[in-house]
């Protein structure tokens, strides 16, 4: 019973951080909704029994993904200011 | 008894990680003699396929469902052969191409290497998880190439093509996970029979529509032309032909091969008119708005939307009552494959050296260039031939054999479209060889341009026009598998 | 018009998720094929005893052997894209300016180390319990993020030929195991090893591909972060 | 219902977001996450499926290792050509069709 209550928690905080990290305005929190997404993946990837894939998509899905994703926005930042200036 | 199987997929890998170990604009010379190897060991293949049939190659030694099989048989055989004998002028005209051209050279080797290898794994495997990746594999090469020009206009094109081609693998592994998911396998040769021996689900049906939908948008089927243009009109001329000629070919087999050898059950009649009704739709607007283009090479990344168009043709008239229509509406599109490949290879290797001479991709920059480079213009002329389907070219044997299909079947609708395509293909080569035989302008100069740059665009021209002589040898090695 | 696009796109992808959401539940388990029960009973052959990595590397190793040309694929795409600059150590002087990344500095001292030993660990053991090459391999990458992030590494310039070496080291490794497979132990077979030394063989690609994979995925950041440092420069 | 099918159709679900929102969404970041995210739910429908009876299947988690480095490796790609437009128009949207 516990096991479905988390699963079904788990199942709403994915789609939830998953639309958000679409529609919100704010890039970067766009990017960090995704990482945190990415890490609610890998919780869900220990669920199915695949430890595998669960250090895979921490470090890759959510890490690396992550860290190349909030760069670019870095980047993307700088480029505004300066064109603003 | 040597087997090249295993060469075919491994040398190319390898070619690809040394040419990248060679450094940035290394590998012209490894990749000449790495095509003439793999050249060799692919007529060694089509022979045996000729002699000994169809056949399996378990990787691994598993055999399916565990491991990985190949799977080799006449059409993969032509295919194997057509991409080799494509690529290997196309190799000496990039070399000479590059020594003019610095801008995109950076690591065209690598890349172009990893193509081919993409192609040739995709070609040969039999397991629709492993295609996915052979997909993945053919599609970054590929944009990675596009972009490597590196100005604004090929990147956005770069982006967009990714784009679009990633949405079409994604679509593709949903089908691939759905299909898992029935049956509890990924191999074709477990597949196959057992979507004809059971019930057909629901998910099946599901999994096989985003299965082609994904395929369609590589292929760039109107209306999923959209991404074509920009991506092969703006890439450098080498990069151009290897795209419009074998990157696209490459998906449009696989919906042959997942149509023939996986769905068969699921293929209804509407399915294939609705295929055969897009590709007349992609004849004629591909066709009117190359003929509205002002850019040479736009020109001809649009006649290849148009000359898609053909190939999609074959899905209803090969579900037509009369086997030797259906037949021949079989080799009529295979022919068109190939030749298409040829000429279309040869056409933008010869936009290449026009726009090179004239400094600007502009039509109407090319007054005079009849007299500058006259053996070019002629490749471009005899590529065109084979667009129009004139006799005696390999463009003439496919369209007669489509529309002889459809004669036979009393398919009136499909030779008309046909006959307009033919006709429409003409006003466009005519456009151009028209601007071309104008006298030049005054004050205009063309920039001279190396000799051996203009030969491997009119060899591939003359193997599309004399492929006609020999197309009983390609149909009967399709035949033998 | 726009706006009835973007509607009926909605509405299409609505009727496509509910339609997959459907066929999901109305699914019959497979009764013919049963793929998991196959693995186990051929576990022995494989050279390893955890099930995903035979999978991986044996079972199904030709998908892993292209799918680690698509992620070099990937860094050739990444590469061209940088064009040729110098490597600079700008990184180091401009990210050390703000205060707080000297604690982050102090940290990754302390984490590093451990990090590689992690990603060691994870390597040997993917024998027989998760882990393995994509995951050493990934570890070894975030080190090389962290190590930049904090100003200690510095971007990468065009690759010289060391660095080019240690990106394809593991996929000629692989290549190698196979070719050399291919003649002499099993002539004409792709990727069929001996299943007396599969285990040894595995092993050996997968410390070559850790190398590998760790340097790719690094670089994929590591050659990418350098645009700001660039545009910064030409100012 | 067992956890793996729940897991399944939220796959289905994400893969939805996903396509919706690469073919919608004109911000190429915006798309890039949106493929990430596609990716995902592809990902939990393949093993989702292939452990409906709850036993645990190496092949499909074998897939999806695979298929999340591939994901990577498009990532990486993506973002340095979106890079490069932004360093030459100033711009993170695509212009529109031709």
């Known amino acids: 019973m516990s096991n479905l209550v988390l699963d079904l928690l788990l199942v709403i905080a994915l789609l939830w951080s998953a639309l958000r990290s679409l529609m919100t305005p704010n890039l970067f929190h766009a990017v960090v909704l995704f990482i945190v997404f990415g890490l609610l993946m890998a919780i869900v990837w220990v669920r199915l029994h695949a430890p595998d894939i669960a250090l895979a998509e921490a470090a890759i899905g959510a890490g690396l993904s992550g860290a190349l994703l909030l760069d670019t926005v870095g980047y993307l930042h700088k480029k505004q200011r300066e064109s603003l200036s | ?54 056949r399996h190659y378990a990787v691994g030694g598993w055999g399916a469902p565990l491991g ?12 194997l052969l057509l991409i080799h004998v494509v ?53 970054l090469a590929a944009v990675g190439l596009v972009a490597a020009a590196g100005s604004a206009g090929p990147i956005a094109a770069a982006v967009r093509y990714l784009l679009v081609t990633l949405l079409g693998s994604g679509a593709y592994l949903m089908g691939v996970a759905l299909l898992y998911g029935t049956y509890g396998s990924v191999s074709l ?87 055969g009704g897009l590709g007349a739709a992609a004849i004629l607007w591909g066709s009117v708005l190359a003929f509205m283009q002002v850019r040479l090479k736009m020109l001809v990344a649009y006649s290849t939307v148009a000359q898609i168009g053909y190939l999609f043709l074959l899905f209803p008239l090969m579900m037509l009552p009369i086997p030797e229509a259906a037949e021949s509406a079989l080799q009529g599109g295979m022919m068109q494959l190939v030749a298409h490949a040829l000429a279309k290879a040869a056409m933008f290797a ?132 | 018009m726009k706006n009835l696009f973007n509607a009926l796109v909605i ?159 593991g996929l000629l490794v692989f290549l190698l195991v196979a070719a050399a497979v291919m003649v002499v132990a099993s002539p004409g077979l792709l990727l069929q090893y001996p299943p007396a030394s599969a285990g040894m063989l595995i092993l050996l690609i997968e410390m070559g591909l850790t190398l590998s994979l760790g340097l790719i995925l690094a670089g994929l950041f590591l050659f990418l972060s350098g645009d700001a440092i660039e545009d910064e420069a030409e100012k | 219902m067992s956890s793996a099918l729940i897991y399944a159709c939220t796959g289905a679900a994400l893969f939805v977001f996903g396509v919706t929102g690469l073919i919608l969404l004109s911000h190429l970041l915006r798309k890039i996450l949106a493929f990430n995210i596609m990716g995902s739910g592809i990902f939990l429908v393949l093993v989702g499926l292939g452990q409906r009876s709850g036993t645990p299947d190496p092949i499909p988690q074998a897939m999806v290792l695979t298929g999340i480095v591939v994901a990577v490796a498009a990532t990486g790609l993506a973002l340095a050509l979106v890079r490069r437009l932004l360093h030459f128009t100033g711009e993170i949207r695509l212009p529109e069709e031709p």
Request: proline residues 6%; neutral net charge.
């Open chain 2, 350 to 481: 010869a936009a290449g050296v026009m726009v090179l001479s004239a400094g600007k991709d502009d039509i109407a920059l090319l007054s005079g260039m009849s007299s500058h480079l006259p053996l070019t213009l002629f490749a471009f002329a005899l590529a065109g031939v084979t667009l129009m389907g004139l006799p005696p070219s390999g463009g003439f044997i496919a369209k007669w054999l489509l529309i002889s299909s459809a004669v036979n079947g009393g398919q009136w609708g499909w030779v008309a479209v046909m006959i307009l395509g033919g006709l429409l293909s003409a006003a466009y080569v005519f456009k151009v060889l028209c601007q071309a035989f104008l006298p030049p302008v005054a004050g205009v100069k063309f920039k001279p341009v190396r000799r051996v740059l203009e030969w491997p665009a009119f060899l591939l021209a003359l193997i599309s026009l004399l492929l006609g002589f020999r197309s009983g040898e390609i149909l009967s090695l399709l035949g033998g598998g």
């Open chain 3, 11 to 169: 509405v299409l992808f609505a009727v496509l998720g509910l339609t997959l959401i459907w066929v999901i539940l109305e699914l019959q388990p497979p009764t013919h094929v049963h793929l998991s029960k196959q693995v186990l009973t051929q576990l022995d052959a494989s050279g390893v005893t955890h099930p995903v990595t035979a999978v991986l590397l044996n079972f199904r190793g030709y998908d892993t052997l292209l799918e680690v040309m698509v992620l070099l694929l990937a860094l050739l795409g990444v590469l061209a894209q940088i064009g040729k600059r110098e490597q600079r150590n700008l990184s180091a002087w401009f990210r050390l300016s703000q205060p707080y990344l000297q604690v982050l500095l102090w940290l990754v001292r302390m984490i590093v180390p451990l990090m590689v030993l992690v990603a060691g660990y994870l390597l040997w053991v993917g024998g027989h319990q998760p882990g393995g090459a994509f995951q050493a391999g990934a570890v070894l990458a975030a080190a090389g993020v962290l190590l930049n992030l904090s100003g200690v590494l510095p971007s990468w310039a065009e690759p010289a030929w060391n660095l080019r070496t240690g990106l394809v080291f």
């Open chain 2, 68 to 79: 990985i099989d190949l799977y080799v048989d006449g059409l993969t055989g032509v295919m």
């Open chain 2, 189 to 275: 040769t477990v597949l196959g029979p057992l979507l004809a021996a059971t019930e057909i689900s629901a998910a099946v049906f599901l999994a096989a529509m985003l299965m082609l939908t994904g395929l369609l948008l590589k292929t760039a089927l109107f209306p999923f032309h959209f991404w074509l243009p920009p991506a092969h009109g703006s890439a450098p001329a080498p990069v151009s032909a290897l795209l419009s000629a074998l990157v696209i070919k490459a998906s449009f087999y696989l919906i042959l091969r997942l149509w023939f050898d996986l769905f068969a059950p699921l293929v209804t009649i509407p399915v294939a008119q609705l295929l």
């Open chain 2, 87 to 139: 690529t290997l002028p196309l190799v000496v005209y990039a070399r000479a191409y590059f020594s003019c051209q610095a801008e995109g050279v950076g690591y065209f080797w690598p890349l172009t290497l990893f193509l081919l290898a993409a192609m040739n794994a995709l070609f040969m495997s039999a397991d629709i998880f492993n295609i996915y990746v052979t997909l993945e594999l053919l599609s």
């Open chain 2, 1 to 54: 008894m040597f087997d090249p199987i295993p060469w075919l997929i491994l040398l190319p890998l390898a070619w690809g990680c040394l040419a990248f170990l060679a450094g940035v604009g290394r590998g012209g010379r490894l990749a000449f003699a790495g095509l003439i190897i793999q050249l060799a060991l692919t007529i060694v293949l089509a022979r045996q396929i000729a002699m000994e049939g169809a």
